[in-house]
Nanobody, 123 residues
Framework: QVQLVESGGGLVQAGGSLRLSCAAS????????VGWYRQAPGKQRELVAA???????NSLELVKGRFTISTDNAKNTLFLQVNSLTPEDTAVYYC?????????????????WGKGILVTVSS
């Protein structure tokens, strides 16, 4: 019912920047939560940054001051601006949206995940 497509990843040198995007499509009535997560090789998936329905922002301590999460609600798109990248930021990055969908007039809530996009930072 909801599809997420991530873009903007790739290979970048240490100190560089990228802008990750996550475009959502489907019968979205309301977005309740947005977040970016990442999973490095051999490690568990971790929350990078998120915005709750009431606008409260949360981010991983390691990325504060370097990563910025934002949204374009009109386009149902989520962004993650990543600056001053280090090799330790190398990971697959996933977007996650908790949404309310309109299913033929009935409202339902669900959590959608993107397939992930690779960010590789070379030293």
């Amino acid at each position: 019912q909801v599809q997420l497509v991530e873009s903007g990843g790739g290979l970048v040198q240490a100190g560089g920047s990228l802008r990750l995007s996550c475009a959502a499509s489907g019968s979205i009535d309301r977005i309740n939560y947005v977040g970016w997560y990442r999973q490095a090789p051999g490690k568990q998936r971790e929350l990078v940054a998120a915005i709750s329905a009431d606008g409260v922002r949360n981010s991983l301590e390691l990325v504060k001051g370097r990563f910025t999460i934002s949204t374009d609600n009109a386009k149902n798109t989520l962004f993650l601006q990543v600056n001053s990248l280090t090799p330790e930021d190398t990971a697959v990055y996933y977007c996650n949206l908790d949404v309310t969908v309109n299913n033929l007039g009935a409202l339902d809530t669900l959590s959608a995940w993107g397939k992930g996009i690779l960010v590789t930072v070379s030293s």
